[in-house]
């Protein structure tokens, strides 16, 4: 399961696509509707948050306005946007860590992206994440395909 930290602007198609039915599988697994990935470093940041299906609707909200802007057609059904914008923390580290993961991913199945994104300095996480200084965490250290 990968759930990125990093903005999905710089991910290509496959991945976004995967990003997005990463995310609804989360989201079945938090509202308990599956057995598998209960336990699952990745979901920790949303079960720690104050409202856990508020904080994985949010994530999928943010997907899916990055999937209208690409002219994809997600299934808006398949959250509930929360009321009041809800935020997580990320640190540098862990942004750091996800953007080389995915260039070694694109250098492989997406050439002129990696070409693109290798020259990136400032790497724009998630809408919902602000960053805070700091190293990789504990979950976030888990390599994830």
Known sequence: MRIWSIHPKYLD???FVALWRETLLAKNVLEGKTVGYRNHPQLDRFKN???????????L?????????RHFTFNSTKFKKPIVPLFLTVSEGQLIFE???LLCKLKEREINLYKTLK???SIIPHPMFKIVQ????????????
């Open 13 to 15: 198609s496959k991945g």
């Open 99 to 101: 953007f080389e993961h």
């Open 119 to 121: 020259e990136t300095t």
């Open 61 to 69: 909200s943010n997907i899916y306005d990055e999937s209208v802007e």
């Open 134 to 145: 700091g190293k990789i965490e504990k979950w976030e250290r888990v390599k994830q395909d």
């Open 49 to 59: 948050s104050h409202n856990t299906l508020d904080a994985i609707n949010q994530y």
